[in-house]
């Protein structure tokens, strides 16, 4: 064969051989999450930021948990005034109605609001399903008019459900409001706020952050 077509010839095998697809494609390769073991990352069209868990803080890029220098475990939960700013909402408002659907989860984050919520029925009870996102980090308690209505608050990016850190009765500072439950809420996280199952369509509710 001749140099110049021996040349032509290995040409045509090298490009049949590419789009033939030659060597298998390399497996992709997982993205961890640089967040761990101390929190998570949360990816938004923002950026990525992680959510670092309790004794922990964002390094300075944001995009890892390192152990927080200024920690200090709380002991136990603040309730702060046991309701009676709560109880002022009651009479002065803001005022929200809220009814549960099965088709969305209606927002329940507007500040100092005194929200009368409408569950909706299911299997002989009441259940409500809402959207919570927290706009500061630190304690935050669901003031209610029933102490039989279970609460639970569920981290949405990562379905876990967070613990409660406190349940009390309130101070006593109005009628309309006589439950307190504490949870710790992280800033710009998003939590599904779940209601019931309880035997009551109705009930009243303010949500505060313990400043």
Request: glycine share 10%; net charge negative.
């Amino acid at each position: 064969m001749r140099p110049t077509l021996r040349v032509l010839f290995l040409a045509v095998c090298a490009a049949a051989a590419a789009a033939c697809g030659g060597d298998d494609d390399p497996t992709p390769i997982e993205q961890g999450d640089p967040c761990e073991p101390n929190g998570h990352i949360h990816r938004e069209p923002t950026g990525d930021w992680c959510h670092c868990n309790k004794g922990a803080v964002a390094s300075e890029d944001g995009l890892a948990c390192v152990p927080d220098p200024d920690y200090v475990p709380n002991d136990g939960f603040d309730f702060g005034d046991d309701g009676e700013h709560a109880c002022w909402h009651v009479v002065n408002g803001p005022f929200v109605t809220v009814t549960a659907t099965s088709a969305r989860h209606p927002r329940v984050d507007d500040f100092h609001t005194y929200y009368t919520v409408k569950l909706l029925p299911e299997n002989g009870q009441y259940v409500g399903t809402f959207s919570y996102k927290a706009f500061a980090t630190g304690n935050f308690v669901v003031y209610l008019s029933n102490p039989d209505v279970p609460v639970t608050f569920i981290e949405t990016a990562v379905s876990t459900t967070l613990p409660q850190a406190g349940a009390r009765a309130t101070g006593g500072y109005c009628d309309a409001l006589k439950h307190m439950v504490g949870y710790e809420l992280t800033d710009r996280v998003q939590y599904t706020l779940q209601l019931g199952p309880t035997p009551l369509p109705e009930l009243n509710m303010v949500i505060e952050h313990m400043q």
